[in-house]
């Protein structure tokens, strides 16, 4: 076994408790980059985490648990989208100063892992319109290669939620903007959503586009040399859909 | 009192079956138990009274659960006999009743109800209660404070003890809402809310949300859904406060994560009928939970929150509780399912209180009785609201 980078721990546990009743955990990789952003590291977050990691984990369990997660991060992306001031009456008669969504949204997933996560972007946003991309690597080339995409006609009017729950090397993700790009969405209207994330290829991603947004739930601690994400969580797919 | 009566030896119990065993002596009756039910249940608490089986003289298995029970009646031959049961009750009554008729009523019980032959009871009779009656019955009406002659017969005495209980129930309950109005006083407006009340971050989603919920045009399939993923997100923040312990699992790559797991299993409590509609949220964040209910209404005279039904599972004592109500006004109902759940034994620190909107007053008062409780609140509002989320979401 190649040599394990380290990974940052830390006990974890809401602010009133002492840090000796927290319990230890390893959190997420800290990233710099000002247009990532990863989950708070709650014990909660943690724990959905460790299922889903978990190599015993059955598949029901695994879909529920990865679910969960997904919503979180399906609601801490729509943070990010623009509201307006919106004034109304509440039921029992009073004033309520409150804002609207303004915009809209499309989902776009990554297949085949990335429409996994549809079903937690439809949880917060029901009638969501979803645009699906096919990128495989070239068994010639060994490079990534766009197969097919089927994206909303309106999509350069619209807000982009670009799913992959993994990102190891970036190669289909940083496909997958280039063709988002090509078809008139700009750079600052794609949040690309992600569960977990290698740091060597999340900081480059971040890097090339600086003014996209990245939503993640935890940085791993590196890539092996088969450029898997560890320790990860396997092949999320085959997890989700077939073992 | 009758449940009161202690279990039997083989002996005794073989006596009992030839009518020879007196049951009409205080020696038959378990005082310690009586004495310890009935304080448990005067300081609120929950208490198990045994079950007396008269067909075989034993104590059985179950017991009847009292809980929370706005008037206490202790019946019994010797329920004025022992002093540290006289000193827990708050008003003492003998019922005298024509020798005659009492002869006559327990023949007819006895023979009926408790499977005994008219030889038997008229044995029992001569050989052990009248002598009784006499010895230990009769001298305990020096210890009653009102005496009613001809029992159900005498109307006038039977109006006057309800009228007593009456008046000392309404200022009972004029007393507890005192205290509940005193509680929760004299802050600061601007002093912070302590580090256990977690209230979500004030995102511009959750601005929206807020707003769609708070809206009277919103139509109601809309309101379910922005309620169902506003109370998923509560819910979810409510999972983090918990109890976790450390857990090591092995990727499938063969790398060891150190991550953490629940070390309790998770119950919930539904205070109704609000807090039904957080049961959406629930079942997204933890569809296994054993959810117990409490039904809390105010009452319409006097404004006292009552206790009318509760149902709540076994395992509770054990496990980490979420307890679900939307709206916090007063603060009242909250302070009541908080205390009921302390009285089944669940420890204050590990219940997450878990509610949309929630008056500063009521969080203050929940916190000042409660500061080990945990509370995770969606929006807080300045002022008290009468509870409309219910009526939103079930359309009634």
């Known amino acids: 076994m190649s040599t394990v980078p380290e990974a940052p721990a830390a006990p974890i546990g809401p602010k009133y408790k002492e840090e000796e009743e927290k ?20 014990p909660q977050l943690i724990a959905l985490l460790t299922m889903i ?191 | 009192m009758d449940s009161f009566y202690k279990s039997l030896n083989p002996e005794q119990s073989a ?19 009586l004495v310890e039910r009935l304080r448990d249940l005067k300081q609120g608490r929950k208490a198990e009274i045994p079950v007396y089986s008269f067909e075989k003289h034993q104590r059985v298995e179950k017991t009847t659960t009292i809980y929370s029970c706005h008037v206490l009646i202790l019946e019994g031959i010797f329920a004025l006999y022992d002093p540290r049961v006289l000193e827990l009750l708050d008003m003492k009554i003998f019922v005298d009743t024509d020798v005659d008729v009492c002869l006559a009523r327990r023949l007819a019980r006895d023979i009926k109800y408790r499977g005994r032959d008219i030889h038997g009871a008229i044995k029992q009779w001569s050989t052990f209660v009248k002598p009784n009656f006499e010895l230990y019955v009769e001298p305990q009406k020096k210890n ?9 017969e005498n109307s006038i005495a039977i109006d006057m003890i309800v009228k007593h209980i009456q008046r000392a129930l309404l200022s009972k309950s004029d007393e507890h809402i005192k205290t509940l109005q005193a509680l929760g006083q004299g802050y600061d407006a601007d002093e912070p809310l302590p580090a256990n009340v977690k ?110 039904y509760l149902n709540l599972p076994s395992s509770l004592s054990k496990d980490s509780v979420l307890v679900l109500d939307p709206q916090v006004a007063t603060g009242a109902g909250a302070l009541m399912a908080v205390t009921v759940l302390k009285d089944h034994g669940v420890e204050e620190e590990r219940i997450v209180f ?10 203050r008062r929940l916190t000042k009785v409660f500061p080990k409780l945990k509370i995770i609140v969606g929006k807080i509002q300045e002022e008290f609201e009468r509870r409309w989320i219910d009526e939103r979401y079930f359309g009634s």
């Open chain 1, 53 to 243: 990691r978990d190599k015993s984990t059955v598949r029901g369990d695994f879909i529920f648990y990865s679910n969960r997660i997904i919503r979180l991060l399906v609601e801490e992306g729509l943070n990010h989208l623009p509201v307006i001031s919106s004034s109304v009456t509440t039921p029992i008669g009073h004033t309520y100063s409150g804002v609207q969504f303004e915009g809209k949204i499309c989902g776009v997933s990554i297949m085949r892992a990335g429409e996994a996560m549809e079903q937690g972007l439809r949880d917060c946003c029901r009638s969501v319109r979803i645009g699906k991309i096919l990128i495989q690597r070239d068994e010639e080339t060994s490079k990534p290669r766009l197969f097919y995409d089927k994206l909303p006609e309106d999509i350069a009017q619209r807000y982009c939620l670009l799913l992959d729950p993994m990102f190891a090397t970036g190669g289909s993700a940083t496909m997958a903007v280039e063709v988002l790009i090509s078809r008139g969405v700009p750079e600052e209207r794609i949040l690309f959503l992600n569960l977990i994330a290698s740091p060597e290829g999340i900081r480059s991603f971040a890097e090339r586009f600086p003014k996209l947004r990245i939503v993640t739930a935890f940085v791993d601690q590196g890539l092996d040399e088969k450029n898997y994400i560890i320790p990860g969580l396997g092949d999320f797919g085959d997890r989700f859909y077939c073992i």
């Open chain 2, 354 to 363: 878990v509610t949309y909107l929630a008056s500063l007053g009521g969080l």
């Open chain 1, 23 to 42: 319990p230890q955990a390893t959190v997420s990789k800290p990233i710099k980059h000002s247009n990532v952003h990863i989950l708070p590291q709650t």
């Open chain 2, 144 to 152: 009653a404070d009102i005496m009613v002659p001809r029992g159900i």
């Open chain 2, 199 to 308: 209230v979500l971050k004030d995102t511009p989603q959750l601005r929206a949300m807020h707003t769609i919920l708070h809206d009277e045009e919103t139509t109601r399939e809309d309101f379910v859904f922005y309620f169902d993923r506003l109370a998923t997100l509560l819910v979810e923040r409510g999972s983090d406060h918990l109890a976790f312990k450390p857990k090591e699992v092995v990727t499938p790559q063969g790398i060891t994560y150190a991550g953490l797991e629940l070390s309790k299993d998770v119950s919930a409590v539904v205070i109704l009928r609000s807090g039904g509609t957080l049961e959406v949220g629930l079942r997204r964040v933890v569809p296994d939970a054993r959810i117990g209910r409490l039904l809390i209404q105010s009452n319409a005279r006097t404004g006292e929150p009552e206790l009318h």
């Open chain 2, 15 to 33: 006596q009992a079956f030839r009518n020879e065993y007196d049951f009409d002596s205080p020696s038959s009756i378990d005082f310690d138990i």
